[in-house]
Structure formats: structure tokens, C-alpha cells
């Protein structure tokens, strides 16, 4: 038999939670030992519990997802944490996954889909869906930017790219399911990572390194 995880569910709606607890707790080997709706709660309780496993939220209140997602994998290296979205979580993949992320589920995943994940996990492997393996969504830890000398990491660079493709900030906030004014915060990041003081120069900057990310895989 297998050993029981302890797994912590940190999101914005307690109904939704419930729901998800009662799933995890018909299999005789997972225990839910908390559910917290902040992500501050949500670090607090990894770090004093270091639970097997943490479903996390990509929406909440209090802070990104990524922020909670850093500083969960900091106070419990050991933790595997998968992140529930409402939306398509393939444009996230990359950041979340290098943040420590050990998976990507959608929010209207299947009870088998969330124990399939759930399973993998024990045996040290992940489950990505199908339609995104067909998009192509290789390679998953080489970056032109990181390569060619931007320092930005991927959520950043992911803003960049929908940026010099024309996408409004507020498009671009929905899209990754934050706030207008963590946009704003990435932004700034961004200007000072690139030694920059407006769009245009970083749109400018970014294409450069892009084009010459770009020789990589021709």
C-alpha cells in the first residue's frame, strides 16, 4: 500500500476546495491536512507542514502564483506543487515549471485526471495533456533569451513576446490570470533588466536578442 500523501489546497473559493478534498479523500492513500485562500496563508502552512503535495490556485488574492510557487519550493524543496487554472495552461508551462512546479492542471480536469497526475507524481513523473504535446511545446529548458544574454525569466519573457506582437496589457493580464497591476510590476522588471526607459526601446531590444536567439534552430 502506499504511503499517505499529505496534501495542502490553497485557492479563492472554499466551495470549490471542498469539492476537491472530498475527491482526494475517497483514495485511502491522500489526506487533506489543510485549505488556506491566501497565498501567505498558503506559504506559512507548507513551511510549518512541508505536506507531500500543494494544489495551488493560479488565481488568488493576495499575490501571482508565482510568487507563492518560488516561495513554497524555498520553505519545502521537497513539496510537489501543481498549479489548477481556469484558462489553457500551456502559455504558463515554461515559468511555472522552471519556478519548481512539478504540473499544470485546468480547474475543469476530470476527478481521474487529478488522482492520474496525482499518481505520476508518487513514481516521479507528470502528465502534460495530449492537445499540448500536438502544439509543440519543445524545447522546455532552452530559451534564445537565456542563451543570447537577457536576463528575463520566462514569465517575463512571455509578457515581451505578446507585447511586440501588438497584445494589450490588459489582454496579456487576462491571458495569465493577473492583475493589470502585476503587469505593470513585471514591466518595470523588465525596463530595468534591459537598460531600458520605454516600450519602444524594450520592444527594440528584445527583437534583437530574439533574432539572434533565433540562429539556434535553424
Known amino acids: 500500500m502506499n504511503q499517505v500523501w ?3 489546497i490553497v485557492g479563492s473559493h472554499p466551495t470549490s476546495m471542498l469539492g476537491t ?3 482526494l479523500e475517497e483514495e485511502k492513500d491522500l489526506h487533506v491536512t489543510g485549505m488556506v485562500q491566501t497565498g501567505q496563508e ?3 502552512f507548507v513551511e510549518e507542514h512541508s505536506p ?3 494544489l495551488l490556485d493560479y488565481r488568488l488574492s493576495d499575490h501571482t502564483a508565482d510568487y507563492v510557487l518560488e516561495q513554497m519550493k524555498q520553505v519545502s524543496p521537497s513539496s510537489h506543487v501543481v498549479v489548477m487554472t481556469d484558462n489553457d495552461g500551456l502559455p504558463l508551462l515554461q515559468s511555472l515549471i522552471s519556478r519548481g512546479a512539478s504540473g499544470i492542471l485546468s480547474k475543469q480536469a476530470s476527478p481521474f485526471q487529478l488522482i492520474h497526475i496525482i499518481s505520476g507524481l508518487r513514481e516521479g513523473i507528470t502528465a502534460l495533456p495530449l492537445e499540448w504535446v500536438r502544439q509543440g511545446i519543445w524545447p ?6 537565456s542563451e543570447g544574454g537577457l536576463p528575463l525569466s520566462e514569465m517575463e519573457s512571455f509578457i515581451m513576446e505578446r507585447i511586440v ?3 494589450t496589457y490588459d489582454k496579456i493580464a487576462l491571458e ?3 492583475s493589470r497591476r502585476s503587469i505593470d510590476n513585471y514591466l518595470r522588471k523588465i525596463y ?3 537598460g531600458v526607459n520605454t516600450r519602444a526601446q524594450a520592444i527594440e531590444k528584445y527583437a534583437l536578442y530574439t533574432r539572434q536567439g533565433r540562429q539556434m534552430y535553424a
Open 6 to 8: 499529505r496534501v495542502v
Open 21 to 23: 478534498k472530498l475527491i
Open 42 to 44: 498558503g506559504i506559512r
Open 52 to 54: 507531500d503535495m500543494v
Open 140 to 145: 522546455l529548458t532552452s530559451s534564445p533569451l
Open 165 to 167: 506582437q501588438g497584445i
Open 176 to 178: 495569465i490570470e493577473v
Open 192 to 194: 530595468v533588466k534591459l
